[in-house]
């Protein structure tokens, strides 16, 4: 196929004539030859060389007016420049590859254009265009990459037992092109990926989570789940997840499949949201259900204190994934950790009480709560459904009620520990807690308003209870606090 309308852009006009000029054989590659076909639109361009990528990258660049700046990679031997602003070009010159069999680093050597396209992972990856004067534009399809587009099969373009065991890491990009464009793995290729699944343990973790992740921001993250499963890859890095599949029996009482449930409620959260950490507390929702399954012979099979064992399980595997030991984690273990609250409003009634431990509990994650819950419905009773969305509807709309008038959300207690030792003349201690404590558990249950007077009353009769007396200036105390509280919602 000619492809020379497709790719006159200046910037391919220009990298002919300085190829031609040094009389050097380069191709575009990779990824950007696929999404063209594809019809998609792509501003990252590989361009491979025959001969010394860096070089030539520099030699473009210094064609090209202004000059950008050329960032070298020297350990991967490639360099990439900018154009446009919005074009990213990587230059890399051909090679040809040998690997060993306890590593996934090849030994690498200068080759040819048809060392390098054999060398790649898939036929889909191994296409090039030429930018040569005599070709210009012109497909090279050595294993028929096109024809697998078009029948949406993802295939290697040598013998997929070698292609897995020299690089593990292509199993999990095969099924991450499987569940990102929505195509069959061939079956001779899916075979190898189960022959050499135990192989994926020479790849870092780093590498793995990271095309994991790409499959769980694909549309459909399910489909890729259940490729990594079946092929025997995720009970290699992920036994803990493999552990939620099945259904026991005692008495003739059986609990849900748990792999396929979290399944179903990630692939319904997928359709609301593209945040890679909800996704990952979807997945990880019911984690900790196999550590506290129990039978009960008048209950049946119950799961007390999953959410709290998957909340710490979550922990271990960000720690054991190397994923982001920060606020990511936080955020998808206190997901975790909640998952179970709303619904038991929904069982329980919808008190303000409830609502405001909630809100405060929840903070500004209680709308991505309110998300993982709903599509933590699935199932097959629709009318059982709808009963529990509407449920879940009643809930937002009390949640945004209450907020708008109490405004619990990430508050602290109006009154704080120097206040109340200020109060009653005492020094750090164990009744300042208290009262604190007090203050925060009147506000949530409605006793009193998130109101510094309201606030303060009641931590001088608490103080009181306590056998605590409050100190001579405490009118005085009052009113200053007063003062410095409207002063502060003044500037806020």
């Not at 063209?36 to 030539?56: A, P, W």
């Not at 959260?269 to 009960?296: C, E, M, V, Y």
């Not at 949640?399 to 750090?428: C, H, K, L, S, Y």
């Not at 208290?434 to 925060?440: D, H, R, S």
Request: with cysteine; aromatic share 8%.
């Amino acid at each position: 196929m000619d492809y020379r309308k497709i790719i006159e852009q200046p910037i391919f006009q220009l990298i002919q004539k300085v190829a031609s000029n040094q009389n050097i054989e380069v191709y575009i590659v990779g990824g950007f030859v696929r999404d063209l076909i594809l019809g998609y639109e792509s501003k990252d361009i590989d361009i491979l060389v025959v001969g010394n990528g860096i070089e030539f990258a520099r030699s473009v660049a210094d064609a090209m007016q202004p000059s950008p700046k050329v960032s070298v990679y020297k350990t991967f031997g490639t360099a990439s420049l900018k154009y446009n602003d919005n074009w990213k070009l990587e230059f890399v010159g051909a090679r040809k590859e040998s690997y060993h069999k306890d590593s996934r680093k090849p030994d690498v050597e200068p080759g040819t254009l048809e060392d390098d396209l054999k060398r790649r992972d898939f036929t889909i990856n191994a296409m090039a265009i030429s930018l040569n004067v005599n070709d210009f534009g012109t497909l090279i399809d050595p294993f028929h990459g096109e024809n697998d587009l078009k029948n949406k099969i993802i295939c290697t373009p040598l013998d997929p037992l070698a292609t897995f065991s020299d690089d593990p890491l292509r199993m999990m990009r095969a099924i991450r092109f499987a569940t990102h464009l929505n195509f069959t793995i061939h079956f001779k290729v899916f075979a190898s990926i189960k022959e050499n699944a135990p192989r994926i343990q020479i790849v870092s973790i780093e590498r793995t989570i990271d095309e994991f992740n790409k499959i769980l921001m694909c549309e459909k993250p399910s489909n890729g789940l259940n490729l990594l499963h079946r092929s025997g890859l995720l009970g290699q890095f992920f036994p803990e997840f493999v552990a939620l599949e099945g259904i026991e029996y005692i008495d003739g009482k059986g609990h849900k499949d748990n792999f396929k449930h979290t399944l179903e409620v990630l692939d319904k959260l997928s359709q609301k949201s593209d945040n890679l950490w909800l996704r990952w507390a979807a997945l990880l929702h019911d984690i900790g259900k196999p550590a506290t399954r129990r039978f009960d012979e008048e209950t049946g099979w119950t799961f007390h204190g999953h959410e709290t064992k998957g909340a710490k399980m979550v922990v271990q595997l960000f720690r054991k994934f190397k994923l982001p030991m920060n606020e990511k984690m936080e955020y998808v273990s206190k997901l975790v950790m909640l998952h179970l609250r709303p619904i038991a409003l929904v069982d329980k009634g919808v008190t303000d009480s409830a609502i405001r431990r909630l809100i405060f509990e929840a903070g500004d994650l209680i709308d991505d709560l309110m998300t993982l819950c709903e599509a933590d419905v699935t199932s097959k009773n629709p009318e059982k459904v709808k009963k529990y969305l509407e449920n879940f509807r009643q809930v937002r709309k009390r949640i945004n009620e209450v907020e708008e008038r109490d405004r619990i959300r990430n508050f602290q207690p109006p009154i704080t520990g120097d206040i109340i030792m200020e109060a009653f003349g005492i020094p750090p201690s164990h009744p300042v807690g208290v009262i604190k404590n007090a203050i925060k558990e009147a506000i949530l249950e409605g006793t009193i308003h998130n109101d510094y007077e309201e606030a303060f009353d009641y931590m001088v009769k608490e103080g009181n209870n306590l056998g605590l007396v409050t100190s001579g200036n405490i009118e005085e105390i009052r009113k200053r606090y007063i003062t410095q509280q409207k002063l502060e919602d003044t500037s806020n």
